[in-house]
């Protein structure tokens, strides 16, 4: 069943409005209206939100349909200072040396909230994928601080006061954007074949 009658999108929408009246998230709506119509639960939410949308653009048509429209609840977003961002990963990497898991420290830095829990994993993962460079920052304050720390590159933990010449160079190497490491690397198979 793919098309939507005006009666079955007037059904959606209402049984939406019950459940947000009564407390109850959209996906319990959305189950049921798919139990009920022998559609997928993604199917009636891509519908909902797609309908929703067009509503929003002329919504002198939900009135004269008589569909029931709710305003979305939105927690305001809050986005992390660079001071907490900071904190945040140098709490990670330091904790990680004690062998402990990123879950297991966030579970503690968060009071026990999975919700915040889950941001602060959210948030990690990112600087790690997308922001090496500001990676690389904190763990060189870090190593000037000669506070010990893992390593996410490396899988290792670091000693900020470490004379071992491998680990310094990989040090080096981690602080390096990958075309950097490259012409390192041709640099050094220059001086080894001369």
């Given at each position: 069943?793919?098309?939507?009658?005006?009666?079955?999108?007037?059904?959606?929408?209402?049984?939406?409005?019950?459940f947000?009246?009564?407390?109850?998230?959209?996906?319990?709506?959305?189950?049921?209206?798919?139990?009920?119509?022998g559609?997928?639960?993604?199917?009636?939410?891509?519908?909902?939100?797609?309908?929703?949308?067009?509503?929003?653009?002329?919504p002198?048509?939900?009135?004269?349909?008589?569909?029931?429209?709710?305003?979305?609840?939105?927690?305001?977003?809050?986005?992390?200072?660079?001071?907490?961002?900071?904190?945040?990963?140098?709490?990670?990497?330091?904790?990680?040396?004690?062998?402990?898991?990123?879950?297991?420290?966030?579970?503690?830095?968060?009071?026990?909230?999975?919700?915040?829990?889950?941001?602060?994993?959210?948030?990690?993962?990112?600087?790690?994928?997308?922001?090496?460079?500001?990676?690389?920052?904190?763990?060189?304050?870090?190593?000037?601080?000669?506070?010990?720390?893992?390593?996410?590159?490396?899988?290792?933990?670091?000693?900020?006061?470490?004379?071992?010449?491998?680990?310094?160079?990989?040090l080096?190497?981690?602080?390096?954007?990958?075309?950097?490491?490259?012409?390192?690397?041709?640099?050094?198979?220059?001086?080894?074949?001369?």
């Amino acid at each position: 069943m793919t098309n939507w009658s005006i009666e079955d999108t007037k059904t959606l929408f209402d049984t939406v409005a019950q459940f947000s009246q009564e407390g109850l998230g959209l996906s319990k709506a959305f189950v049921k209206i798919a139990k009920q119509s022998g559609r997928s639960t993604n199917s009636v939410r891509n519908f909902y939100y797609s309908q929703c949308k067009l509503l929003a653009l002329v919504p002198k048509v939900a009135g004269e349909l008589g569909i029931q429209t709710i305003a979305p609840k939105r927690d305001s977003f809050v986005t992390f200072s660079e001071e907490q961002i900071t904190h945040l990963v140098g709490h990670i990497l330091t904790k990680r040396v004690e062998g402990l898991s990123v879950r297991a420290i966030l579970q503690e830095y968060s009071n026990g909230d999975p919700v915040l829990a889950l941001r602060y994993m959210n948030k990690y993962r990112s600087m790690l994928t997308t922001h090496k460079s500001r990676m690389q920052t904190i763990m060189h304050a870090l190593r000037e601080q000669n506070t010990p720390y893992f390593n996410p590159y490396t899988n290792q933990v670091v000693d900020g006061s470490t004379s071992d010449p491998k680990q310094k160079l990989a040090l080096f190497l981690s602080k390096l954007e990958e075309s950097e490491i490259d012409s390192f690397l041709d640099m050094l198979g220059k001086i080894v074949n001369q």
